[in-house]
């Protein structure tokens, strides 16, 4: 004789629960594609408005910061302006999945500022290099050379013009930052070793090796 079971009926989360938990799945992606959509506006004042909303997240999906990066090439100054001001702090606080797109996004975009025709979004781009030495600095010791020479170049071009003063003292600011820059040594670490590593800093055996920026 077969010995019966008896099944036991499957549990079932109440109706009113799981239905919440899509109504906020919804909810956040649904404001996503909104900020998405502002982003991609034709209208200065809406991308503007669409980067402030973008600031107010938690995190920044790679096709917002693609939509942000753009902004740095307005021919606008009130754009460009808030472009260094917001993704400076979207940076700062961004996850380190986050700040690798960033990264390559603003190294990318640094490359198209050295042939940019229009004076003030050149001008503008030192504040772009200010973030990558910030932020990025072992990055910046790989092409340190190249932009030192391209720096010296557009000097020798703003000499010669009075009025552009202020540009020629950023240059010569940045300069002896960017010589400065040293790739840092490789952190290394035994098999027994503990590794502790989370927002602010990464420790080996209780010592920290590395701080890492925040907002």
């Known amino acids: 004789m077969f010995k019966r079971y008896k099944l036991q009926p499957k549990k ?8 919440r938990k899509i109504e906020v799945s919804h909810r956040i992606s649904d404001e996503n594609l909104k900020i998405l959509a502002m982003l991609k506006h034709s209208s200065s004042t809406v991308r503007m408005r669409g980067a402030r909303e973008a600031e107010k997240m938690e995190t920044v999906s790679e096709e917002m910061v693609k939509e942000v990066m753009k ?3 307005s021919e606008k100054k009130e754009v460009r302006a808030a472009f260094y001001n917001i993704s400076e702090r979207l940076v700062a606080k961004s996850l380190p999945s986050e700040k690798k797109v960033w990264e390559e996004l ?3 975009y640094m490359g198209t500022m050295k042939t940019c025709t ?5 001008r503008d781009s030192l504040k772009m290099l200010d973030t990558l030495i910030r932020h990025f600095p072992e990055r910046l010791v790989r092409a340190k050379h190249e932009l030192i020479a391209w720096l010296e170049n557009d000097l020798r071009i703003v000499s010669l013009e009075p009025e552009h003063e202020k540009w020629k003292l950023g240059i010569e600011k940045r300069i002896p930052l960017l010589k400065g820059l040293k790739q840092a040594p490789h952190i290394k670490a035994n098999y027994t070793d503990k590794i502790e590593i989370n927002h602010s800093y990464l420790s080996i055996n ?3 090796k590395k701080r890492f920026i925040s907002g």
């Open 106 to 108: 603003l190294v990318l």
């Open 118 to 122: 229009v004076i003030d979004v050149r």
């Open 12 to 19: 079932h989360k109440p109706l009113s629960l799981r239905t």
């Open 206 to 208: 209780s010592v920290i």
């Open 71 to 73: 902004m740095c090439q």
